[in-house]
Each structure stands twice: as structure tokens, then as C-alpha cells.
């Protein structure tokens, strides 16, 4: 008896396992079908940046129908076969292999970029219909035709074999509509000190920590911005740089 209650421990936490290695992301709670079948979101990524590491989420609600021979159908589940497009040096992976009708996933994109430009990418899935008389029949694959747009631009151009002071890039993507990324060179190790105001003077957001010498990046999340104009300053312990930056819808 205790043989057996030990092979269905080991059997549950290898499930477990198994949930929680396939789980790479976490969707979007926000993205809503706003009445098309199906959605994704959002249709522009996070603006990448060549030889700096990026990570985004493409959150994914499947539809419920698919047009076939001239009928509409109900599909049972759709199978992700593809991110076509992506830029050289990114990689995708799915929190599931397969996708069902009105539920929430997401595919993660990840990796380091290495050729700048603007890269539509097309998700194909091979949808699997339920058909009155024949049953379920797995249609041609199909590629979503409002490709996610991934944007990357050229190497921030800071050397640090001729940089020898504190300095700061201008932000990118702006505008933004979510997420920002302010990039900066420190010479040595330091405090840096991140703060956001509206255009009132009011402080919105600050953030500060230490950096050894090298290039790194404020992530800064503004999704709870009204849109409009901001100002953002970047500060070490001898000097500052002031930037503009404009949140979108």
C-alpha cells in the first residue's frame, strides 16, 4: 500500500513539474475580445535595441468560430505552429502546445537581438473545427493577419572605451504606451537615481539603486499614466540629465 501511495506522490509532483515548466508567461489580464473572435495583444511590441537582452509577452484568446467552405464552424482547439518573422537573434515559446477557444494564453519572445528594422510577425496555427457530420477536421495552417510589430533599433552607440563620463540615451520606444527604457553609462560605481513628473512639477515615480561601471537600462512601467507629457531626470552623485518623454493611449 505505501508503494503505491509513494508512486502517486511521485507521479503528482512530476505533473506539477511538468505545469510549472511550460508555464514561461504570464497573459495579460487586461487583454479583452472586444467583440472580434478572438484577440491579441498588443499588436506593437516593446521597441528592442540590437545586442541588449529582450523579453515581451504576446498575450493570445483563440476564437471560438472559424469560416470554412463557405460555413461557419466551431473550433475546438488551435495548435501554435509558428512565429514567422522574427528578428534574427529571438526565439518564441507558447505556454501551451495547444490553445483552446475563448480561454487565455500567451508566447513569450525572448533573446538578443542582432539586426536592426522593423519585423511584422505573423503567428500561424492550425486550427482543428468541429463539423455536424463529419466530426473534427484539422484545417490548413493560418497565419494571423494584424501581425504583432516588433520594432529594433540600432546599437545605443555608448562606447565605453571613449566614454569616460556619466550619460544618459534618450528613451525608447517614444512615445510609449505602456513601457519605456531609459538607457545610461556610468565610469564607475554609483547611485542612480531614477524620478518621473508630470508636467505640474508632481513626482510620479522613483526609483533608485547602485551600478558598477557599464551600460544598463531603467525599465520604466507608466501603463497607469494618463497620456500626456512627462519629464523624467537621471542622476548620479555628480550630475543629472533631463529628458521629455510622451505617454500615448
Same mark, same amino acid.
Given at each position: 500500500m505505501k508503494r503505491i501511495i509513494d508512486s502517486l506522490i511521485i507521479i503528482i509532483i512530476t505533473a506539477m513539474a511538468g505545469t510549472v515548466i511550460s508555464a514561461q508567461c504570464v497573459p495579460d489580464p487586461g487583454c479583452e475580445d472586444t467583440g472580434v473572435p478572438g484577440q491579441i495583444c498588443p499588436r506593437s511590441l516593446d521597441t528592442a535595441t540590437v545586442n541588449v537582452s529582450y523579453e515581451a509577452i504576446i498575450t493570445v484568446i483563440p476564437p471560438s468560430i472559424f469560416p470554412y467552405l463557405g460555413d461557419t464552424l466551431e473550433i475546438v482547439y488551435i495548435e501554435v505552429d509558428t512565429v514567422m518573422n522574427l528578428p534574427p537573434g529571438i526565439e518564441y515559446e507558447a505556454s501551451a502546445d495547444t490553445f483552446f477557444a475563448d480561454t487565455t494564453y500567451c508566447i513569450r519572445i525572448f533573446g538578443t537581438p542582432t539586426v536592426e528594422g522593423s519585423y511584422a510577425l505573423g503567428i500561424q496555427v492550425s486550427p482543428t473545427i468541429k463539423h455536424e457530420l463529419i466530426g473534427k #477536421?484539422?484545417? =490548413? !495552417?493560418?497565419? =494571423? =493577419?494584424? /501581425? +504583432? @510589430?516588433? @520594432? +529594433? &533599433?540600432?546599437? /545605443?552607440?555608448? =562606447?565605453?572605451?571613449? #566614454?569616460?563620463?556619466?550619460? +544618459?540615451?534618450? &528613451? #525608447? !520606444?517614444n512615445p510609449f504606451s505602456e513601457v519605456t527604457k531609459i538607457g545610461f553609462y556610468t565610469p564607475f560605481d554609483d547611485k542612480i537615481e531614477l524620478k518621473v513628473y508630470n508636467i505640474l512639477g508632481e513626482l510620479m515615480y522613483e526609483e533608485t539603486d547602485g551600478y558598477p561601471p557599464g551600460e544598463y537600462y531603467f525599465r520604466f512601467n507608466g501603463k497607469e499614466l494618463l497620456p500626456g507629457t512627462y519629464f523624467y531626470r537621471v542622476t548620479n552623485t555628480s550630475a543629472f540629465f533631463t529628458g521629455k518623454f510622451i505617454k500615448s493611449r
Open positions: #477536421i484539422k484545417a =490548413d !495552417p493560418i497565419t =494571423d =493577419d494584424t /501581425s +504583432v @510589430v516588433m @520594432v +529594433v &533599433n540600432g546599437a /545605443s552607440g555608448i =562606447d565605453p572605451y571613449e #566614454i569616460t563620463e556619466f550619460h +544618459v540615451l534618450q &528613451n #525608447i !520606444p
